[in-house]
Each structure stands twice: as structure tokens, then as C-alpha cells.
């Protein structure tokens, strides 16, 4: 589509715009994955949010072992190894890294790179509390953002005034609804849009600039409604889920499809951009957000309890017409492997369906096993579906 | 009246011994450990002290240490040291301008900072890991066929384009060179790679603490011309290789025994 | 009629009358762990090995233990309702649901059969090994106290809860094994979050909203407990709650005092038998271990006036700090002394009181103030407090280097698995190693797995102190090796 190939040129641009807007002053806030960090903020100070959600590259694991044990899930390591061996360029281009600290694992981050980084970057990080729904939850939450404002605004020089921020929120919301249509659209059996499409734009939305993403986003749309649906016929239909889908990780999809199945929806904690809430723009915006991001969002994979998450998989499962479920995390993630031993009983249970387990240390040498488990799952959806 | 002391390293492929005679090295020996760690170190000592040519037997001996994994079991040592503090031990003696070990056995991999006095001043080790040590060489060597594991440095050189292996478990390593090896990769390339695998683990260690001049390289695996040169590259510092770099550890067990029989 | 455990109790401390008194339940308990004779023999000499049983409070705190482990397996069956934590357990929370009502037990299983099976009897792999069957997998670093909880359930050796708590804030492993036991056996939880995100330097500064936002928590906790147990916590059920953990902390306070002596008047795997003791019990273990403190306090201060330690410690020895000692394997904590070094204090003892902290005011609910004194004691505030008390510590009482522990089995705790030795040598100038360990699981990570570090360490320290010590002796090895090299000796 026209607006994936504009998506693919704004990006293979995106590094020398970002140099190009350093060099007018505006500051580069890169934030680390989890979707706890309204980037609404950043862009009421006139700074630019680049999500960090690149993973994938086994070799980064590697640049991270001086900073910590392996036990951790690879997709943080990686993060660590990425910030910390001066390597990656959109690490190398910020100003100023923010980690909204979800599970232990975003903490073994935030933790490094406020100790060690601490002569290489500007820093910061504030706790998000995992109890799904509660108000005191809410609130310690809300002094979280608070402080962070009141640090991006020292960092910038640039005051986050109420006008601002409901322009951001504005447009942030745009972003959100158009996700959430693409996803609509996804329900139907008959639609253009692919997974990969979908992958593709979410990702993209973590570096691409906040309008000219808005407006890729209503041209595909647009070209989608146009098209003519993409036919899966004799694919089994997987819902894929897990830990993180990180930009750069591929290797799931690809076995899927190898294997004569299709991915109909994603849901992961991380690398997908949580677009199930609006931001009110009316009345205390911070508090707003606050409320948005972190009640009316479904809670990601770490939280306690966990129901909320699963039960939104379940539905998922269902409403995108799913014949089995495929789910992926990083290995020694404690939070998603618990819950993928005893859900699939629920999966079963609520849905009639089967569940793959896939963990992953973004090791090559994963693939030749994967591919046979990927493979298997597949034979036993074709032959349920035979009858 | 001269002092006869030996030093005895039991490690996990080969048990080495060491006799001194008031600092002066009269003979060594070298065997494969085996299965039986207490024989072992029996015999090599044995093999050491004949070697001497001084018809001397081991109650001539004044003092032992036992050093390595196997040196709680050897009874007829008089005291144990690690093999860190004897690798430290071993290596300043030779060369007092030591400042940095790494030493590359069969089953681990350590990496020791050393003061002016040859002391112990910071350590690693590797992580419950093989695949910065012998043993990892071992397993590729069979692998891809070439023969005496002594052939792989050399043939690790005459690699323009060594392949990446990435998995961090020897035994998943081994089923990525399988695939490489399939895919068409050319066997010196696989080796060079192993070797950077290798080197790579064992700098990542290295690099955590102060790697400053001289260094030195120990353990069987310094023999290795591929390793060496991979490690060197990966650290930036050029590493001394003694001419036996195999024995280290069973030299500095001998001199803490002079040591012990001084005090 | 003597029975085959009765040698045993009497070894750790119960009286002959109790021993009569209990029949019934000893042998009913003894059934569901699968205790027989030859397990009497085998935790005979593992006891009289590991543990300084000339120390009548030693036995003491030992037969507290066992007693709690009886009383939890047979709650249920007494007709009580067994309340679990988790560990690191919020120890006020608990405490004080128990003094609510004397139907309510609150426990956490996990470190009761850890330290009994593991360190007594020396029999705990089977119950970790049908936790691994029983939703906790090896290979994946889960927690290994919660597969001991989750085996422990699944051979029957202690009862479903009526509810669970989760101090679900220092780790994930406590809240998702919580849904597990939802999800396996229909318990309830409560919940108690907070995050641990003090920044570097802010220790001991406690953001307000910190304290606010975990004293509500812990508030509300209280609140879902008053419910689903149908008791009513009132301000004396607060006060007779809380006691027992007050006393405990100062009794563990003045042990550390007394551990300041050289030579150290006791052992390591005495003092992990503290560890868990006010984390882990609300009832004999805390009450009867209180009083064994009391015992052991006079002994332990007798010792030190005659200038003597624990069997084969000496003096002199370089002393270090530990994170947490071994709950599951004593082999572990006295490779540590094998290799020549003394453990007078660990960062959990300093947590648990063994460095006394005070907050500066009185909050209006028993929450808030049980989270300020939390954060204060250092583990709950965030990897910088945990070392931060390491510092202080070393202070204190002492200490010559750390032994820090990067966990496989505790992902909060392996946070700080690279920086934590950096940090502590830049702050103090003692050296610090870092090694891999499971606190509670040993067949990977065994004594022998960490004897070279340990011993090495162990001897680093000594040659450091020795340079310390002796005017002329670097001069004395440095014209010795000289000459060796010359060969002019």
C-alpha cells in the first residue's frame, strides 16, 4: 500500500530529520517500551518521543552481559545491551532517556541506565504500579507523571501549559482511534489489512513523527477500505500474543505463515501500542491521562491480578474469529510464563481452542525448533478443522 | 640444604605437577585427569618426580599443594590454593611485571588481576557456562572434523571471513555450526568463528575489570594461536604466553609450598 | 514410649512433655512430609554438623521452627483459616490479621518448609522437584521458595488457604503465583503493591506519596482480610500483632550488637535460622523464638566476655556481608566459613532490625506506618537501599568485604547483579565478589559449584589483612621471591 511506502521513506529519513531538529533546538526524548509513558507530554514540550522498541539481534544480549546476569527477559537485555554499547543510533540520538518502570525487568533498565549511564545520558524513571484498577494505584501513578512533567519541563526549558497538552492529547487520541479502526477493520474476514501491515504501522508509530504518522494512518485506512480483502483461505487464523513484539523480531510471523497459517490480531504488553482508550481533554488533563492510561487501558501482562489482561485475550480470540492461539514471550519472564501455564485450561475452556507456547532468547539457533512446533500446530488446526 | 616442593593442578581435562628446588623448576609432567582424580594425581607426580632424575619418591617432597577442581581429594598434599591464587602465583614468578591473567582451561574460564607483589586484587570467573572454556573447542573440534584439537588455531587463521555463531550454550552452538556447515559455510570460517565465539565470552569478563600490561595468557587453550589472537583483538592488549602455559597453576601451587615452608 | 523423632526434638529443644503432649500431631505431620526414621538419623547429624547445638538457644530456635512447621500443616485440620504470604514478606500486614482472631493463621510456607526440610532434615529437592511439576518449571529462574509452596500444595503436606497476601510490589513472582493458586485451587488474594523506584542517592529520602500509596495498600489489604476471614482488626488486635515482630526485631538487634566481637560468638547458619523468623511465623516460631532469643542472647554475651567463638571460627578471620544466607542447603553457608571467612550480619538481618531505623513521625494509620519504616529498612526502597544498608552494616559491625549473591532464583534481588560490586568498592574500598546462587534450590548451584570463588575470596581478605597486620611482611615475600627467582635461596 501507498502509505506503507510512505511509512518505509519517512522512517529511512527519520535519523537525519531527528540530527536536523536537534540542531534547531528541540530535544529527543526516547522512553522505554511498556505504553505507561503518554507521550502526550513530550509533545507539550515541543520534544520529540521516540519509543525504544527495537529487539530481535541475539549480539545485543551479548553487549549487555557487563551490566547483567542473563536470567533476565532478552528483550530488556537487549535494551540494555543497546543503550549501553553506544551501538544503536536512536539510542545514540536522544537527549534524554525516560523508563516507566512496569515489571522487574524494565526496572533492571531504568536501574542500569540511571547507574551507569549516568555520564552518557539524561535520565529518568518513575514507577508504575501494578494493581489492575485501583484508585491508590491511580493516584501514586498520577505523582509519577506529575514529577516527570515537572522534569521534561526543567529539561526542555519549555513550560507544558493546558493548551499544549490538549493539543497533544488531541493528537494522540487521533492516533489511538485510527489503530483502533484498523483493528475494527481486522474483525471482518474479508479486509486488506494484514497483520504485517499492522506491525508495521505500530512500530513505525514509535520513531515516525506524531502528524505525519496521523496522516499515513487515514491513508491506509483509506487504501485498505479501497482494496480488495486479502484472502486467507485454507489459513488457519492465529491470534498471536505474548510479552513483546519487538521491532525487529520477525521471526514468529514468518514461521506462521511458513507454515500455512495467518496472524488475524496481535495483543502484547510491549511493541504494540496499547490503543484501546481515549484521553479526555476536558477538566484536569493530567489527571485525565493518568485515568486513561492506566484504568481504562487493559492492563498489561505483569499486573495483579493478571484477569483483566486475559480475559481481553479470551474476547479477543473470539471477536477476530480465531482457530488457535499462538503465545510468545521472552524466556525468564515470570509474569507471562505463570500465566501461560494455566491459561490454556481458561483458552480451552472459554473458547474451544488450542494454545502454542513459543519462548524466545533471540537465539538463532531457536529457529529449527520453533519451526517444528509451528508446524505441528498448524497440522492439528487443519486437522480439527477437517474434522 | 635444598628444599623439594611440588605444586599438583587437578583440573577438569588435565592434572599437572610442578617440582621445585628452592625456586628453581626441575621437572614437570602432564597427563590426562580421567575418571580418577586421586590416581591421577598420584601419577603424574610420580611421572614429575622421575623425571627429576634424582631418584628421589615422594616422601622427599618437603611440601605439597594441591590446587584445581580436584584438590580436596588429593591426600597427600600438605595444603590447597585455588587456582586463581596459584594461576596469580605462578604467572608473576615467571613474569613480575604480570598485572592481568586470563587463564582458558578445560572446564572454566578466569580472568585475575594481579598487584606488583602478585596478589590477588579482583577475579571472575565465567558463568555456569561452557562456552568460554576447552571444553567448547573440544565439541566443535569434533564437530567439524579436524582431528587433533591442536590443528584448530592454526586453521582459525587462514580465515578471511569467520562466521558469526551466536547462541551463548555450547550445545546449541554446536546446532548452529551444523546448520552453518549445511548451508555451505567453509570450514575454516566456521573454526575462525568458533574461536571468536569463544574469545568473545571470555572478553566480555575480561572487560569488566582493569586489563592493563603485562597480560598474560594461561590454561591449555593459550596454546591455541587462534585464541590468542581473538583475544587480543577483542581486548586490545597484547597477551605473553609462557612457554608452558599449561603448568602455571601447578608452578604457583609449588611456590606457595616454598612459601609454606618458609613460614 | 520413645519414639523414633523423639532423639531429634530433644536435639532441637522441645521438652519431653511436649514431645508427649504432640504425639498425634508430630506423627501425623511426620506422615504428610514423608519423615521416617532414617530421616531422624540423617537430620541428627545434619543438625549436630551445620549448627552450633552446644548453644541451648540454637536448639531452642530450632524446635521453634518445627513447631511452626506442624502447626501450619495441621491448621486446616484444627479448624483454623491458614492465611499464606509470600516472601519478602510486609511482616506488620500479617501480623496483625493474626492478632485479630486466634481461628486465623498466617504463615508463609514457602520459608517454613524451606528451612525445615532444607535445613533439618535435608530432604527438600523432592518438594521443589513436585513444585517444578505443579505450574513452576525449572530452567526458567522462577522463584524457588514458590516452588516449594506450589510443591508443598501439591503433595498435600500443607492446606489450601483460605486466603493469600502478596506484598506483590519487590517482585512479580508473588502476585502471578497468587492467580496460580486462583487458578489451581479457587484462593482469594489480597493484593499489596508499591514500587521500588528510589533513585540513586535519595536513600533513605521517602517520597510522601510512597508511604501514602503502600499504607493504603497495605490498609486496604486489611480491609478484603476483615471480610473474607470475618474478623475484626482492632487497635489492640494491631498492638498484640505487631508485638511479637517488635520483640523479634529487638532481640535481633542486640544479637548484631553482640556480633560486632572477634571472634564472631556464632555461626551463619545459626544466624539464617533468623532470617525468616519474623517474616515467615505469627505464632509458636515467633513466640517460642523469641524466648529461644533470650537464651541465646545470654549465651551468645557469655561467650564474647570469655573471648570465645563459634566452634571453628577464628579470630581474626575477615568478616562479610551476605544478602541472604542459604535457607535450603547449610552446605552453602559454611563453604563460606571453610574458606575461612565470618558472617556477622546480612542485609536481611539489617531489614528485619538488625540496624534499627526510625521514622521521623507517626502517621495516622497503622499502613502508613508500617510503610515507612519498610522503606526506611532499605529492601522495599529499591536496589540502592538494599546496598546502601550493605554500607551502613559494614560500618557497624565491622566487616572486611561482601559477598554479594547474583540470584537465579530471585529476579528483584539480580537487579543489582554488575553494579552491586562496583558500588559497594567505590563506596567502601572493601572488596566485594559477586556469585550466582539460588538461595533455596542447591543441586545446580552446590557448595562445591562456589568453593574456588569462596576460597579464593576467602584468601584475598586474608592476604589483605595480613599486609594490614604485619609491618614487614610484603618487604619479607617480596626479598623472598626475589631470591627464588635467582635462584640464590
Not at chain 2, 605444586?7 to 585427569?33: F, N
Request: charged fraction near 25%; proline fraction near 4%.
Amino acid at each position: 500500500m501507498k502509505a506503507l511506502e510512505k511509512l518505509d521513506s519517512h522512517l529511512k529519513n527519520r535519523l537525519n530529520d531527528l540530527s536536523k531538529a536537534k540542531g534547531q533546538g528541540r530535544k529527543i526524548i526516547g522512553y522505554a517500551a511498556g505504553g505507561y509513558l503518554p507521550e502526550e507530554l513530550i509533545l507539550a514540550c515541543d520534544a520529540i518521543p521516540i519509543g525504544f522498541v527495537q529487539a530481535g539481534d541475539n549480539r545485543t544480549l551479548r553487549d549487555a552481559v557487563n551490566y547483567t546476569m542473563k536470567y533476565f527477559d532478552p528483550f530488556w537485555r537487549a535494551q540494555v545491551g543497546l543503550a549501553m554499547s553506544g551501538k544503536d543510533p536512536w539510542y545514540n540520538i536522544v537527549d534524554f532517556i525516560v523508563t516507566a518502570m512496569t515489571d522487574t525487568h524494565s526496572r533492571l533498565f531504568a536501574t542500569i541506565v540511571d547507574y551507569y549511564g549516568a555520564s552518557q545520558f539524561n535520565s529518568w524513571s518513575f514507577g508504575v504500579p501494578h494493581h489492575t484498577k485501583d484508585e491508590s494505584a491511580l493516584k501514586f501513578y498520577l505523582h509519577g507523571l506529575s514529577r516527570f512533567k515537572d522534569k521534561l519541563e526543567e529539561f526542555t526549558g519549555f513550560k507544558i501549559t493546558d493548551a499544549k497538552l490538549k493539543k497533544a492529547i488531541t493528537l494522540c487520541n487521533k492516533e489511538r482511534e485510527l489503530f483502533k479502526e484498523i483493528s475494527t477493520m481486522r474483525r471482518s474476514k474479508d479486509t486488506a489489512v494484514t497483520s504485517r501491515d499492522a506491525i508495521a504501522l505500530h512500530h513505525g508509530s514509535f520513531i515516525a513523527d506524531k502528524k505525519v504518522m496521523v496522516g499515513i494512518l487515514e491513508s491506509y485506512i483509506k487504501e485498505a477500505k479501497q482494496s480488495a480483502p486479502v484472502s486467507h483461505n485454507g489459513r488457519a487464523r492465529i491470534f498471536l500474543t505474548g510479552s513483546t513484539l519487538a521491532r525487529g523480531d520477525y521471526k514468529v510471523m514468518d514461521l506462521i505463515e511458513a507454515a500455512g497459517g495467518t496472524v488475524v490480531m496481535e495483543e502484547f504488553s510491549e511493541g504494540i501500542r496499547p490503543y484501546q482508550f481515549i484521553v479526555k481533554t476536558e477538566g484536569d488533563l493530567m489527571a485525565n491521562i493518568a485515568r486513561a492510561y492506566y484504568m481504562d487501558r487493559v492492563c498489561a501482562g505483569w499486573f495483579r491480578p493478571v484477569d483483566e489482561n486475559l480475559a481481553f485475550i479470551l474476547q479477543q480470540a473470539k471477536d477476530y474469529n480465531a482457530e488457535g492461539v499462538v503465545w510468545y514471550h521472552g524466556l525468564y519472564r515470570e509474569s507471562f510464563k505463570i500465566a501461560s501455564h494455566f491459561f490454556p485450561k481458561m483458552l480451552k475452556e472459554a473458547t474451544g481452542l488450542s494454545m502454542l507456547l513459543l519462548e524466545t532468547e533471540y537465539d538463532k539457533s531457536e529457529i529449527g525448533q520453533m519451526t517444528t512446533r509451528v508446524e505441528t500446530f498448524m497440522e492439528s488446526i487443519k486437522e480439527a478443522s477437517n474434522g | 640444604m635444598s628444599i623439594l616442593t611440588a605444586g599438583v593442578d587437578i583440573g577438569a581435562a588435565t592434572a599437572k605437577t610442578v617440582i621445585l628446588r628452592d625456586g628453581e623448576i626441575l621437572a614437570h609432567a602432564i597427563r590426562p585427569t580421567g575418571y580418577d582424580v586421586v590416581r591421577a594425581a598420584a601419577t603424574v607426580t610420580e611421572e614429575a618426580i622421575n623425571k627429576t632424575g634424582l631418584g628421589i619418591g615422594l616422601g622427599d617432597l618437603k611440601y605439597v599443594v594441591s590446587t584445581g577442581y580436584g584438590r580436596a581429594a588429593i591426600k597427600f598434599a600438605n595444603k590447597t590454593f585455588t587456582e586463581l591464587m596459584c594461576h596469580a602465583k605462578g604467572a608473576h614468578f615467571l613474569m613480575p611485571s604480570t598485572r592481568f591473567i586470563i587463564d582458558i582451561g578445560g572446564q572454566d574460564s578466569k580472568a585475575i588481576e594481579v598487584d606488583s607483589r602478585g596478589n590477588v586484587v579482583n577475579f571472575a570467573m565465567n558463568d555456569k557456562c561452557a562456552a568460554g572454556t576447552g571444553r567448547f573447542l573440544e565439541v566443535m573440534a569434533h564437530v567439524l572434523e579436524v582431528g587433533s584439537i591442536d590443528n584448530m588455531g592454526p586453521i582459525s587463521l587462514t580465515s578471511n571471513d569467520p562466521c558469526e555463531i551466536s547462541s551463548t550454550c555450547t550445545i546449541f552452538a554446536e546446532t548452529e555450526v551444523v546448520v552453518l556447515r549445511a548451508a555451505g559455510k567453509d570450514r575454516k570460517d566456521l573454526i575462525a568463528g568458533v574461536h571468536k565465539s569463544l574469545t568473545s565470552r571470555v572478553a566480555i569478563m575480561a572487560k569488566a575489570m582493569n586489563i592493563q600490561p603485562t597480560a598474560v595468557f594461561t590454561g591449555g587453550v593459550a596454546k591455541n594461536v587462534g585464541v590468542k589472537k581473538y583475544l587480543e583483538e577483542e581486548t586490545g592488549m597484547e597477551f605473553l604466553v609462557p612457554d608452558e602455559p599449561q603448568i602455571i597453576g601447578a608452578l604457583g601451587a609449588a611456590l606457595f609450598a616454598q612459601r609454606e615452608v618458609r613460614s | 514410649m520413645a519414639k523414633h523423632y523423639d532423639d531429634l526434638l530433644t536435639l532441637c529443644g522441645w521438652e519431653k512433655n511436649e514431645i508427649e503432649d504432640e504425639r498425634p500431631r508430630i506423627e501425623e505431620s511426620f506422615r504428610r512430609l514423608e519423615l521416617g526414621p532414617e530421616d531422624m538419623k540423617t537430620a541428627d547429624t545434619w543438625v549436630r554438623t551445620y549448627q552450633d547445638v552446644s548453644l541451648m538457644g540454637v536448639r531452642k530456635l530450632l524446635g521453634a521452627w518445627i513447631k511452626e512447621l506442624i502447626d501450619m500443616i495441621l491448621a486446616k485440620d484444627e479448624g483454623l483459616k491458614p492465611v499464606y504470604y509470600g516472601m519478602p514478606a510486609i511482616t506488620g500486614p500479617g501480623f496483625i490479621m493474626a492478632g485479630a482472631s486466634d481461628d486465623v493463621f498466617v504463615c508463609c510456607p514457602d520459608y517454613i518448609i524451606t528451612q525445615v526440610m532444607g535445613h533439618i532434615f535435608n530432604k527438600l529437592t523432592p518438594i521443589i522437584v513436585a513444585g517444578e511439576q505443579n505450574g513452576m518449571p525449572p530452567g526458567h529462574a522462577l522463584c524457588s521458595l514458590w516452588q516449594v509452596r506450589m510443591g508443598g500444595l501439591a503433595k498435600g503436606i500443607i492446606p489450601v488457604p483460605a486466603m493469600t497476601v502478596s506484598s506483590s510490589y519487590f517482585c512479580d513472582m508473588s502476585a502471578i503465583g497468587d492467580t496460580l493458586m486462583r487458578g489451581l485451587y479457587g484462593t482469594t488474594a489480597a493484593v499489596i503493591d508499591s514500587y521500588m523506584d528510589g533513585r540513586w542517592g535519595e536513600f533513605p529520602e521517602v517520597r510522601p506519596e510512597r508511604i501514602t500509596f503502600l499504607g493504603e495498600q497495605i490498609n486496604n489489604a486489611l480491609k478484603k482480610a476483615e471480610k473474607i476471614l470475618n474478623i475484626t482488626i482492632t487497635p489492640d488486635a494491631m498492638e498484640k500483632g505487631t508485638r511479637g515482630a517488635r520483640e523479634c526485631a529487638d532481640r535481633i538487634a542486640r544479637i548484631i550488637e553482640i556480633m560486632r566481637a572477634d571472634p564472631v560468638p556464632w555461626n551463619a547458619n545459626g544466624l539464617q535460622l533468623l532470617e525468616g523468623l519474623a517474616p515467615a511465623s505469627t505464632r509458636r516460631g515467633i513466640t517460642e523464638g523469641n524466648k529461644a532469643l533470650d537464651i541465646l542472647i545470654s549465651e551468645l554475651e557469655e561467650r564474647v566476655a570469655k573471648g570465645i567463638g563459634s566452634p571453628g571460627l577464628k579470630k581474626g578471620a575477615p568478616r562479610v556481608m551476605s544478602y541472604h544466607l542459604h535457607i535450603g542447603d547449610p552446605r552453602c553457608n559454611r563453604a563460606v566459613e571453610e574458606s575461612g571467612m565470618v558472617i556477622p550480619v546480612t542485609v536481611v538481618l539489617t531489614w528485619l532490625g538488625g540496624l534499627p531505623v526510625k521514622p521521623d513521625k507517626v502517621y495516622p494509620t497503622a499502613g502508613e506506618n508500617i510503610a515507612a519504616m519498610e522503606f526506611l529498612r532499605g529492601l522495599p526502597f529499591g536496589s540502592n537501599g538494599s546496598l546502601d544498608r550493605f554500607i551502613q552494616a559494614a560500618d557497624f559491625v565491622g566487616l572486611d568485604g561482601f559477598i554479594l549473591k547474583t540470584l537465579y532464583n530471585c529476579r528483584p534481588a539480580a537487579v543489582s547483579s554488575r553494579f552491586g560490586k562496583k558500588y559497594l568498592e567505590e563506596k567502601t574500598g572493601l572488596p566485594a565478589i559477586m556469585i550466582e546462587e539460588d538461595m533455596v534450590d542447591s543441586r545446580v548451584y552446590s557448595a562445591d559449584y562456589h568453593r574456588t570463588q569462596l576460597e579464593t575470596f576467602g584468601e584475598l581478605l586474608i592476604a589483605r589483612n595480613a599486609w594490614k597486620n604485619v609491618d614487614n611482611y610484603e618487604e619479607e615475600i617480596m626479598e623472598f621471591e626475589a631470591k627464588l627467582r635467582s635462584s640464590e635461596a
